[in-house]
């Protein structure tokens, strides 16, 4: 999975910091907001079946990408499922939400998830 987003810039929350021990970029939560049908992402997999790398998401210079595996997603208690979006014709057939088993969980619920997909999330760095 592949995910975007945009930090340090107001008014947006800051969703992203940088370990003050090891100098590591790393997702806040905050990065990870659930919208009425769910968690947007991108599959990988898919971008690069297009012929696309994941930094094809990007839409500014203020964003960075960044990379979990969907057994992060489901060991959450989560899932994820193909949710093209046809307004975007480069990257929209990759497009995926992260849901769970209520329509919209419990803020608590959430906080899960959303901590479990920051923790395993990377940096993508192209090469």
Not at 8 to 29: A, F, N, T
Not at 47 to 59: H, I
Not at 106 to 121: D, G, P, T, V, Y
Request: hydrophobic share 40%; glycine share 8%.
């Amino acid at each position: 999975m592949v995910k975007s987003c945009t930090g340090g810039s107001p008014p947006s929350p800051r969703l992203w910091g940088v370990d003050l021990i090891s100098g590591e970029p790393y997702l806040q939560r905050a990065a990870f907001q659930w919208d009425e049908d769910g968690i947007s992402v991108y599959r990988r997999a898919l971008l690069v079946a297009l012929g696309l790398l994941p930094t094809s998401v990007l839409r500014n210079s203020n964003q960075k990408v960044y990379y979990f595996e969907v057994a992060a997603a489901r060991a959450s208690g989560a899932g994820v499922r193909d949710s093209p979006d046809d307004d975007d014709p480069l990257v929209g057939r990759a497009h995926a939400l992260i849901q769970c088993e209520a329509d919209k969980p419990s803020k608590s619920r959430r906080r899960e998830i959303q901590n479990a997909l920051a923790a395993a999330a990377r940096p993508y760095a192209e090469g």
